[in-house]
């Protein structure tokens, strides 16, 4: 049987911390006892399980953040209403572009439009590619910064997220 590549180690890794951080997302909770659940359930190797981590506690740690670029970038959405499998891949994608330099803007958006047709509802690929679409374009003009450790710079809070 042919090893797997990098490639489909770090895809099942964003589908571990999607499931986890879904599951965060309905128990109201960020605790780790979900994405330990996700990763010794589905039995991934050392290097998923790792990557999943990564991005589970980058999300966790910066999810009001990430949660205010989406306000900024889909203002019709309202992010306490969206679904929350697209929000959730949503957060992962805009952790990856803004917080993983090693990890190029183009996979981590393809990868969330693949977690999009794979776990959201029919739109939900269109409506991911649509708000990343727009988030490239701040982050090519200079509102956001790729790495930056405030990504926020310049950002109002989102209404629904000013009391706590």
Same mark, same amino acid.
């Given at each position: %049987?042919?090893? @797997?590549?990098?490639?489909?180690?770090? !895809?099942?890794a964003? %589908?571990?911390?999607?499931?986890?951080l879904?599951?965060?997302?309905?128990?109201?909770?960020?605790?780790?006892?979900c994405?330990?659940?996700?990763?010794?359930?589905? &039995?991934l190797?050392?290097? &998923?399980?790792?990557?999943?981590?990564?991005?589970?506690?980058?999300?966790?740690?910066?999810?009001?953040?990430?949660?205010?670029?989406?306000?900024?970038?889909?203002?019709?959405? @309202?992010?306490?209403? %969206?679904?929350?499998?697209?929000?959730?891949?949503?957060?992962?994608?805009?952790?990856?572009?803004?917080?993983?330099?090693?990890? @190029?803007?183009?996979?981590?958006?393809? =990868?969330?439009?693949?977690?999009?047709?794979?776990?959201?509802?029919?739109?939900?690929? !269109?409506?991911?590619? #649509?708000?990343? #679409?727009?988030?490239?374009?701040?982050? =090519?003009? #200079?509102?956001?910064?790729?790495?930056?450790?405030?990504?926020?710079?310049? %950002?109002? &809070?989102? @209404?629904?997220?000013?009391?706590?």
């Amino acid at each position: %049987m042919p090893k @797997p590549n990098n490639h489909d180690l770090r !895809r099942k890794a964003r %589908m571990a911390a999607l499931q986890s951080l879904f599951a965060a997302d309905v128990k109201d909770n960020l605790e780790e006892s979900c994405l330990a659940w996700i990763t010794k359930e589905d &039995s991934l190797p050392a290097e &998923s399980k790792s990557f999943a981590e990564h991005i589970f506690r980058g999300v966790a740690a910066n999810r009001s953040g990430l949660d205010d670029i989406t306000c900024r970038y889909a203002p019709a959405w @309202p992010v306490d209403q %969206m679904a929350l499998v697209d929000r959730n891949i949503l957060r992962i994608a805009l952790y990856e572009l803004l917080y993983t330099p090693d990890i @190029p803007n183009k996979t981590a958006i393809n =990868e969330a439009v693949e977690l999009a047709k794979a776990f959201g509802s029919e739109s939900s690929a !269109r409506f991911i590619n #649509g708000v990343l #679409g727009s988030v490239m374009t701040g982050i =090519e003009m #200079g509102e956001l910064a790729a790495g930056d450790s405030d990504a926020r710079r310049g %950002m109002k &809070s989102c @209404p629904q997220f000013t009391n706590g």
